[in-house]
């Protein structure tokens, strides 16, 4: 029997950024129209992988389909990117794959 994993998700005022176990897939969506962008950055075992949507409020998130062993915990932040510039990040939360 497969180990269950769960979902995280962080939402601000300016978009959201989440991880969803079941189809690995790592989401950033840009929900204001301003200079900031919005990007999530998933880490587990020694790697990392981040995805950024800078494209303000258009309803187009960019994703990222990843393939990580079952049962892997892994931590969500949502940053503020300014130019791919890092402004601002979320604290950490844990989700499992």
């Given at each position: 029997?497969?180990?269950?994993?769960?979902?995280?998700?962080?939402?601000?005022?300016?978009?959201?950024?989440?991880f969803n176990d079941s189809s690995e897939i790592v989401t950033a969506n840009d929900t204001k129209s301003d200079r900031m962008g919005v990007q999530a950055f998933l880490f587990w075992s020694g790697?990392?992988?981040?995805?950024?949507d800078g494209d303000g409020a258009n309803n187009s998130p960019n994703t990222k389909n990843l393939?990580?062993?079952?049962?892997?915990?892994v931590k969500l932040k949502l940053c503020y990117v300014d130019n791919g510039v890092v402004k601002?990040?979320?604290?950490?939360?844990?989700?499992?794959a």
């Open positions: 029997m497969a180990a269950a994993g769960t979902d995280e998700a962080i939402e601000t005022d300016r978009g959201f950024a989440s790697r990392s992988v981040t995805v950024t393939s990580i062993p079952e049962g892997t915990k601002k990040c979320s604290r950490a939360q844990s989700a499992t």
